[in-house]
């Protein structure tokens, strides 16, 4: 029996002062603590002997950053695979977030008619499709080691209830997908068996400020 671990790795924590929901937007980088969370996930993964050879980030920056200490680690070459990348979002580089006075907008009403599906961005199916697909070419090629995938909050937690089998519609404030937090999912002979949930940096997320689907 073949086994194989796809651990999928959220980014950490970015440099972003305005506060706003930075979606797909170019520059954001981490900031000084992200760094930080970056060099721990390395460490953590060789002192634990895990087998990684197969390290991918999303295209945008803080999923670069984030993953290139443990190509580093591992010595092996990041690959970048556009899947992994952020949600597509309509209140991209607007501050909005729960409590802040967004939804009583109307500017913003035809973007929130539908929170199933949801109407203010990528459908969540299709993260989930687009998803899948990444994490099944990472298991092939990383087929009997381990693979680590660095994307983003949202794209993570649907995937995780995709193979869970729960309903992706969810109160964004109940993901389980902290910073540089580890969903990784176990596969024997290709079939899927289970996932682990980590957080190898709970220690640095005192006061760090999170917006959902970062």
Same mark, same amino acid.
């Given at each position: 029996? @073949?086994?194989?671990?796809?651990?999928?790795? !959220?980014?950490?924590? @970015?440099?972003? +002062?305005?506060?706003?929901?930075?979606?797909?937007? +170019?520059?954001? !980088?981490?900031?000084?603590?992200?760094?930080?969370?970056?060099?721990?996930?390395?460490?953590? =993964?060789?002192?634990?002997?895990?087998?990684?050879t197969?390290?991918?980030?999303?295209?945008?920056?803080?999923a670069?950053?984030?993953?290139?200490?443990?190509?580093?680690?591992?010595? =092996?070459?990041?690959?970048?695979?556009?899947?992994?990348?952020?949600?597509?979002?309509?209140?991209?580089?607007?501050?909005?977030?729960?409590?802040?006075g967004?939804?009583?907008?109307?500017?913003?009403? +035809?973007? =929130? #008619?539908?929170?199933?599906?949801?109407? #203010?961005?990528?459908?969540?199916?299709?993260?989930?499709?687009?998803?899948?697909?990444?994490?099944?070419?990472? !298991?092939?090629?990383?087929?009997?080691?381990?693979?680590?995938?660095?994307?983003?909050?949202? +794209?993570? #937690?649907?995937?995780?209830?995709?193979?869970?089998?729960?309903?992706?519609?969810?109160?964004?404030?109940?993901?389980?997908?902290?910073?540089?937090?580890?969903?990784?999912?176990?596969?024997?002979?290709?079939?899927?068996?289970?996932?682990?949930?980590?957080?190898p940096?709970?220690?640095?997320?005192?006061?760090?400020?999170?917006?959902?689907?970062?």
């Amino acid at each position: 029996m @073949v086994s194989t671990t796809v651990h999928l790795l !959220r980014h950490g924590e @970015v440099h972003n +002062p305005e506060g706003v929901l930075y979606g797909r937007l +170019p520059g954001y !980088r981490l900031s000084d603590r992200g760094q930080e969370m970056a060099a721990r996930v390395a460490k953590h =993964l060789s002192t634990r002997g895990r087998d990684v050879t197969v390290v991918i980030a999303s295209p945008l920056q803080r999923a670069q950053e984030t993953a290139t200490p443990i190509a580093r680690e591992f010595a =092996l070459e990041l690959g970048t695979d556009d899947r992994l990348i952020e949600a597509d979002n309509h209140f991209e580089g607007k501050r909005f977030g729960v409590g802040d006075g967004a939804l009583s907008r109307p500017a913003h009403w +035809p973007y =929130l #008619w539908n929170p199933f599906r949801p109407s #203010w961005g990528e459908p969540y199916t299709e993260q989930v499709l687009r998803m899948r697909g990444a994490i099944e070419t990472a !298991r092939q090629a990383a087929e009997g080691h381990e693979a680590v995938l660095v994307s983003h909050q949202l +794209p993570v #937690w649907l995937t995780r209830c995709s193979f869970e089998g729960r309903r992706l519609w969810h109160n964004p404030r109940n993901r389980q997908c902290n910073l540089a937090s580890l969903t990784s999912l176990r596969f024997e002979d290709g079939r899927f068996t289970g996932l682990h949930y980590s957080e190898p940096v709970a220690d640095l997320y005192d006061g760090v400020q999170q917006l959902p689907g970062a």
